[in-house]
């Protein structure tokens, strides 16, 4: 199998899924499988042949696979605004994913977009969960007082997770929201974020900084109109922090009473309740990124066996059609 391995750099929640599904991948792997990592994706699977091909992100679609190929698409959102619709780099991904032998999503949110928005038939597309990293544990009053120190935080407040490199309406509503608990931003900035008013900014943490974040935080707010998965919100649970979002199909899926949902875009009624949530919270969901690596394999074997069956049934056709072009130059 080979693994476009490029965005494993990312900060963001695409780097975390790639290099979490990686590892799993290894350790679920079976006598005789190989992983092959690639930065040059293209190049390496038309030299190597591999059985399969995986591309944990949309931007690494090929249009012209030489294997079966496998996507994973994480969400549809940029596709529902017409803006972004129209951009040609983005229409030419789209159809690369419709070519995909199987598509991997997060949830049957994102599953439904994709039939809706790509229109993809729904047997090629296979829901496998995410699931929160194994640094992403409760941590001890003394590690979360010296991460606190380190970042300058104080003893309460509200923290949002994910990448602050490009303007976000929805990031400046949430810092623009009367709040009287601080509130802190975690991850990797521009400088339009520094701009925001009333907020703190870490820019981008560790793994264990981040832990310790989420473990002293009063909570984790997701004010998004639209998600596929919420990542963030899952390793909060398993730090013990509580989770208030704007309740939107995936987040209630993946979620469900594990979390406080408020309407879809009332930032003032996320921090009001996100500033009352009640700690400890309940626990995270129980699938691992160990159940994800296996689900992820079994999607490599059907994807090698439809192209095979496919390849059967052409030279099938293709007997057929031959025997009945003989039979006719016979009469």
Known sequence: MAFDSRPTSDPNGVGRYSRCLLKALRETSSEGDEILETAHPSATVRAK?????????MGGAMLHSPC???????????????SERLRTSLRLRHLAVQRAVSVIVPTEAVAVDAVA????????????????????????????AAVAERFELPDRYLVWVGGLQHPSGCIAKLAATPHELPLVLVGPTRPWAHELPDVILTGQVSDDELAAIYSGAQALVLPCEDAGFGLTAVEALACGTSVVACDVPALREVLGERATFVGPGDVGALIEVAQAVRRPAPSPPPWSWQ????????VYAQAIASVAEQRV???????????????????
């Open 313 to 331: 049934g052409g030279r099938a056709l293709r007997r057929r059609t031959a025997d009945a072009v003989d039979g006719l130059e016979a009469q």
């Open 117 to 144: 928005h790509l229109r993809v038939e729904r047997e090629r597309v296979t829901v496998i969960g995410e699931a929160a990293d194994a640094s992403m544990y409760r941590r001890e009053q003394r590690e979360v």
């Open 49 to 57: 042949s591999p059985d399969v091909f995986h591309s944990p992100w």
């Open 291 to 298: 159940d994800a690596g296996r689900a992820t394999w079994n």
């Open 68 to 82: 079966p190929m496998v996507v994973t698409i994480h969400d549809l959102a940029a596709l529902k605004r017409r």
